[in-house]
């Protein structure tokens, strides 16, 4: 039995209504993987981006090329 295991998740929101964006910080630089609402422009928080591996990672979950995401501050 393993007990810590990384679970797979489906899409936490619809791509039809939603898009992905990152959010970063003009002061730290902090990077956020973001899912913003189409018709209302609202940004739903999703997970912190650290390194590149986890931005390659956010992009193959999401079907979109790294360089295609949208970058708001």
Do not use: N, W
């Not at 998740?9 to 209504?17: E, H, T």
Request: glycine share 4%; proline share 10%; with cysteine.
């Amino acid at each position: 039995m393993k007990l810590f295991h990384k679970k797979t998740q489906p899409l936490p929101f619809p791509p039809d209504r939603y898009e992905p964006v990152l959010r970063r910080s003009i002061c730290t630089g902090e990077t956020t993987a973001c899912a913003r609402e189409r018709e209302t422009g609202k940004v739903h928080d999703l997970l912190l981006i650290r390194t590149e591996q986890e931005l390659k990672q956010f992009a193959a979950d999401y079907g979109v090329d790294p360089e295609d995401i949208p970058i708001i501050y």
